[in-house]
DNA sequence: ACCCACACCAAACGCCCGTTAGGTGACGCG
DNA sequence: CGCGTCACCTAACGGGCGTTTGGTGTGGGT
């Protein structure tokens, strides 16, 4: 901006700015199309439809239904890995690592609503390779939680009765389930959820831990 | 199997005995196809296919494809109706009572995966009638667990400062989300799965509780 | 023997699907 | 002005969809 010296900056042709908005464009209402109704139950003229445009001249754009499948999938995939996979260079105790993974978690699926429940819903409908690279991508993030678990049993902080997977399905539980009732909109941050969510977790939901004195005052 | 004593059960036309196993077998095989490829992605020519028929001759025997799921979400909500309703008279002390229901509410969606996992999954493509229904007594299985827990603290029994709408969620994400991992098949019972998750969520997962010394011995 | 209900088939209906092909107008550059 | 590029449109392609219609063979009842 601030040098006058230049020419114009190629006008002609921008060699290498594929970065366009309308193709965004289409990405984005197709997450929100393929979360609202599904994916086979959205059509590439309902989704030319909402922007305003007709069903071919999408592919001006995309090159199939497919690929915007897999774009989106991909992107919510690639979310959860950067939002998660920091954390497992940190030194913190396994319960404050499960907090914060907790609410890293939550956190990405409270902020890509869309993305997230495309994800969880119609990974079954992706191509073979797609398919199995979500697969055994979701396969990394079981044994991340479960690894965690682990390390807590190992330092003492964690009960050692755990068991592992199961700890780790049912943190996958909490947070994954969000997609289904969290609203961006209402009262309640991700934070706020994953604090609560942890409380209760980490703490347990009964009141006297294990009072075996006599309770008389 | 009905009776063997009285005389043949009016052979020439049964009035009114509907209940015919092809009509069944093609809710069975729908149910099957509707959890494993999806609603939209499932042909009434393919389901007519794996029962070795041709695409039309379904309708000698059902109405409609709609139909056909509506009576499948329907049969899903029944059990897990009939499963958890019965607790509500009980007096048992809320933890009991929620690995009670955690207990149950699992065991139906071990029993029927199939059906449960439609359930979970197309239940945005009801018939709107239907849809509303369905959300309403997703509402009651919500004031459900949420009434547990208010019961819980009251009795004193659960920790005085949980919030119930999130810890009937919380119970919720566990038990819901066992559709997407559990296998009837394995080494796991739905008993295994539900008193592990009990006491996680019961008793906590940190091991060392609050040493009580917060006074000077 | 007749009859009729039954379970199913073969073919078609109209419609919508994802995708492609060719055309059109606007715009910026030489 | 001429040219190319871009974003989009119109129209169509082949095929699959849910569903309907008019048979056809079979088997038990009278």
Known sequence: MTDSSSPPPAPTVPPAAPSKPRR???HEVASRLFSERGYHATSM?????QLGMQGGSLYAHIASKDELLIGIVDRAARQFDGALFTLRGDSLPAPEKI???MHRHIRVVADNMESATVFFHEWKHLSPEAYTRVTN???T?????????IQGIREGSLRPDLD???????????VNWAYTWYRPGGS??????AEKYADMLLGGLQAAPKLAA???P
Chains 1, 2 share one sequence.
């Open 24 to 26: 965004e464009q289409i």
């Open 45 to 49: 003229r309902d989704l030319a439809g």
């Open 99 to 101: 907090r914060e993974a």
């Open 137 to 139: 991508w979701r396969d």
């Open 141 to 149: 993030i079981d044994a991340f939680y479960r690894d965690l678990v």
């Open 164 to 174: 592992p997977k199961m700890t780790a399905n049912l943190i996958l539980s909490a």
């Open 188 to 193: 309640m941050t991700p934070r706020d959820v």
């Open 214 to 216: 006599p309770e008389q």
